[in-house]
């Protein structure tokens, strides 16, 4: 072939396209898909601000704030000068929604912050009750502001505290102002380097301190009156009246249904529905959100249409709608407005707005702007399960049931006629909370396993199969008949049917628990495996041309390097009382018996379901008084003494010591021990994990490592 017939291309039957040509092509298909799909470009918008957000929180410092605002600032003008130059234009918009999403993360910092208590103190405190829970065992756990604290300067109070009342039939009401004999501590640190923050979370609610009740309070002030307190009160009221209507285990349910209080649930009945995937049942999210709403909407427009000189006059479908925006309203404020409630009430306002402006009532579009203005309020909220899991649950579903597939099966449900559509009606019923629960159930597992080391997608199925028609059609009706009778003193046969509802509901949670497997644990895994999981999720939901299954492949490749990766070999206490090892058949093995939530919480993140006495009971792990000794052929000694003569007793055959007391230089100096950590080490690092390492030396991770230099760190 001469070389001018090469790059004219090969003649025949088929006109052969030239190499540059079909390169050009390919290159420019990528650029035409995403044109085409400029509809779809507004769905991203919170995506990237979440990797702003995303972006904040990983920092080992704390960014100035004004460098946040110069950079968003300049980013603005750059946008409005090259607005008309197509691409560049685009990418400064991705670039300045990542800014977005940093910024809003580093003003919220910035706003909520307050004093946070830096050493234990006890002694006698002054403080008003914001917020009243009771327990599962009978305790009150209350959130307070504190006026006076062990002659703490105020400046130095922290703005809420978090004590648990532990002696009983106490009743106090929001708004109380009481005096009491209280133990304090600064909010728990991590008890794994890496691991879960709960002084990052408590950062955001304010909450500066922890501790107990030595004595009953006493009742020193009338209450503030207030709007927040009056709406505290109410709840606290409609959760009185709930527990007086309901017996068992349904009452505290029926309570986390209604006003969102959750902590007199009984473990067991807990662990039930997680076990059978019903656990999203106890968070007020679209699903509440929308019989509430939804059914508010559908009895005052059915009302109103049996006037017909009202309906065929008015807009009785708009009405209806504005009033159920204000239901839906009283639902958020009773129910503690949690992350998810937020979205759920913005989901729905948005649908009732949509409504009155004659548009589509339910699309991603209004999923995106809720997310915007979430991660706008509450940044912080992107790293909680709540709103990962609500937000894949809601995306999934829409895509789904907007998605070619579902749209021929519903339009030829809606062709059947007669005798066929009523035989049909229930198989449709069962069959769309079969693919509902399956759906949302795919879309949230990969965070249920991230965040709470669990997967229940098959015995989900089974649960919500059977559980939530009962919820649809028993107890959130009868949850908002009682809501509207309470006024008259008239809710209870209401909540007698929510409290049968509930009871069938747990005993279909507790049947599907017994199954086999419906209790197993999975191991924790690193962060890539889930991105990727999202990612491809993320692609595959918000376009909607074929190019989208290409977010299969991500999803593909995360499931497969979903795995534990490395594990610490030695894990340590962020006070040095428990430590586990690594024994050689891969499990733990614990420096006490006893239980405790480290050790539970250690158990959980391996997918190991022994209990804590379990793991402190094995041949490798030796205690006594004096401390601890492990012990495995082709293992490190590794000792944990409790006290110096022991220490000294060690540093002649461990490899590795870890010491609950302070270890002077002299004795580390002639100690054989290759790694001595003592108490003073982990009071200034924190809870610390080590690493065996192929050449033999040991690599150590500790909390203050993973956490750096941030205004929630002590």
Request: proline residues 6%.
């Amino acid at each position: 072939m001469r070389a001018g017939e090469a790059s004219r291309g090969i003649r025949g039957p088929f006109r052969a396209v030239p190499l540059r040509e079909s390169a050009a092509r390919i290159l420019a298909l990528p650029g035409a898909l995403f044109t085409a799909e400029s509809d779809r470009w507004f769905l991203w918008s919170p995506v990237i601000m979440a990797l702003g957000v995303g972006a904040y929180f990983s920092l080992p410092f704390e960014p100035a704030l004004w460098f946040c605002g110069l950079v968003l600032s300049t980013l603005l003008l750059a946008l409005w000068v090259m607005r008309h130059q197509g691409l560049l234009a685009i990418l400064l918009t991705a670039l300045w929604l990542v800014t977005l999403g940093f910024s809003a993360a580093a003003l919220r910092t910035w706003m909520v912050a307050a004093p946070v208590l830096q050493k234990e103190r006890s002694g006698l405190l002054v403080a008003s009750v914001i917020d009243v829970q009771h327990t599962d065992q009978g305790s009150l756990s209350l959130i307070m502001a504190p006026h006076r604290f062990a002659g703490l300067k105020p400046v130095a109070l922290p703005a809420r505290i978090r004590l648990t009342m532990r002696q009983k039939d106490i009743e106090l009401l929001p708004g109380q102002t009481v005096t009491l004999r209280a133990r304090l501590l600064p909010p728990p640190e991590p008890v794994e380097a890496g691991g879960f923050d709960y002084t990052r979370l408590v950062w955001f609610e304010r909450i500066g301190a922890v501790g107990f009740s030595y004595t009953a309070p006493l009742e020193t002030g009338d209450p503030p009156r207030s709007f927040d307190m009056a709406l505290a009160r109410l709840r606290n009221a409609i959760t009185a009246r709930i527990r007086q209507g309901i017996d068992g285990p349904a009452g505290p349910v029926a309570v986390a249904l209604i006003t969102g209080q959750k902590r007199a649930i009984p473990e067991e009945t807990a662990q039930d529905l997680r076990n059978a995937g019903l656990a999203h049942v106890l968070s007020i999210s679209g699903f509440h959100m929308v019989l509430f709403g939804g059914s508010v909407f559908w009895v005052l427009r059915a009302l109103m249409a049996l006037l017909p000189g009202l309906a065929l006059r008015r807009p009785i479908k708009k009405w209806a709608a504005v009033i159920a925006i204000f239901g839906a309203t009283f639902y958020l404020l009773i129910s503690g407005a949690g992350i998810a409630t937020q979205r759920a009430w913005i989901m729905i306002t948005l649908m009732f707005v949509a409504i009155l402006l004659d548009r589509p009532a339910l699309s991603l579009r209004n999923v995106a702007l809720a997310a915007i203005v979430i991660l706008l309020w509450r940044p912080e909220s992107l790293l909680g399960a709540s709103f990962q899991m609500s937000f894949a649950a809601v995306v999934a579903l829409i895509a789904f049931y907007e998605s070619d597939l579902a749209r021929a099966i519903s339009g030829r449900l809606y062709e059947m006629q007669g005798w066929q559509r009523w035989l049909a009606t229930p198989f449709v019923y069962l069959a769309g909370i079969a693919l509902t629960s399956l759906v949302a159930g795919a879309a949230t597992a990969p965070f249920a396993a991230w965040n709470f080391n669990r997967i229940a997608l098959l015995y989900g199925l089974a649960g919500n199969l059977a559980a939530m028609p009962l919820v649809a059609l028993i107890v959130m009706p009868s949850a908002l008949v009682a809501l509207l009778l309470m006024p008259l003193g008239l809710e209870a046969p209401a909540l007698w049917l929510m409290g049968q509802g509930i009871d069938l509901m747990l005993a279909v949670a507790h049947l599907v628990s017994t199954w086999e497997g419906s209790d197993d644990l999975i191991p924790s895994v690193p962060l890539a495996p889930l991105l990727l999981v999202v990612a491809g999720g993320l692609w595959l939901a918000l376009w909607r041309r074929s190019w989208r299954f290409v977010g299969v492949a991500p999803i593909i490749i995360g499931l497969a390097a979903w795995s534990p990766g490395i594990r610490p070999d030695v894990m340590i206490d962020r006070d040095g009382q428990i430590a586990a090892v690594r024994m050689a058949d891969g499990r733990l093995a614990l420096t006490t018996q006893r239980s405790s939530y480290t050790a539970r919480q250690w158990l959980t993140h391996e997918g190991d379901g022994r209990s804590p006495g379990e793991a402190g009971r094995n041949a490798a792990m030796q205690c006594d008084r004096q401390g601890c000794l492990y012990r495995e052929a082709e293992r490190p000694e590794i000792a944990f003494p409790r006290n110096l003569p022991a220490v000294f007793e060690d540093c002649e055959t461990a490899a590795i010591i870890v010491a609950q007391v302070p270890v002077p230089p002299a004795i580390r100096q002639g100690c054989r021990a290759s790694q001595v950590i003592d108490r003073f080490d982990l009071l200034r690092e924190g809870a610390t994990s080590l690493y065996f390492m192929p050449d033999g030396t040991v690599k150590k991770f500790t909390a203050k490592e993973a956490r750096g230099h941030r205004p929630w760190v002590r």
